[in-house]
């Protein structure tokens, strides 16, 4: 069953427990970067209106959209505004926030053109919360959607992202809030500026 498998995919967690400098992960996406670049290059004024001039807004449980360069696509940039927006909301609104942790999840979703991959986007989740001292339970390998609600709840954490856009288009991916959905909405317009660590390293040691 689905809970049974998630019950033993809870030893599979990594609990993140600091941050520091080896990252695999680096701030700059040198390929969204690109993308952008070859837009104004060709005069593509349009489509750079399109991906620059709207956001991303949370739905009933998050975000979803093609992942790509731009501010209304998922990438780098959008999850690391996101997650703080989300930290913001939970550390308001929840004072055992950093003591009980969060749950990051994700599935084997990637794209090349923008170097951009289900589990490099829970990477950046992870590190942008444990730059502010929240204990992250990290799950070692890619699972099913419903692991992340089980393991919030079988570990007492507050919350969990699953990084999915489940059965939609493999262009696609998804940032889904697990159990919060649309409630932390409000909390992401003051949160645009992406703020990892004190050096803009993203990297952790598991326990």
Known sequence: STLGGAGRCLNDLNVLITHHPDADVVLQN??????????????KHKELRERLCCRLSFGTAGLRSA?????????????????????????????????RGFV???????QVTSNCSSKKLAKLTA?????????VYFFSTYVPTPFVPYAVQQLGAVAGVMITASHNRKEDNGYKVKPLGH???????????PRVGPRGDLGWKRS
Do not use: W
Request: glycine share 8%; proline share 1%.
């Open 30 to 43: 040198q390929k969204t970067k690109e993308q952008i670049e070859s837009l104004l290059q060709h005069g």
């Open 127 to 135: 590190a942008v919360l444990l730059a502010k001292d929240v204990l």
């Open 67 to 99: 992942m790509g360069a731009g501010f209304c696509y998922i990438n780098d940039l959008t999850v690391i505004q996101s997650t703080q927006g989300i930290y913001k909301y939970l550390e308001r609104n929840f004072s055992d926030f950093k003591q």
């Open 183 to 193: 409630s932390i909405s409000s909390a992401l317009p003051a949160c645009t500026q």
């Open 104 to 110: 990051v999840g994700y599935d084997t979703r990637g």
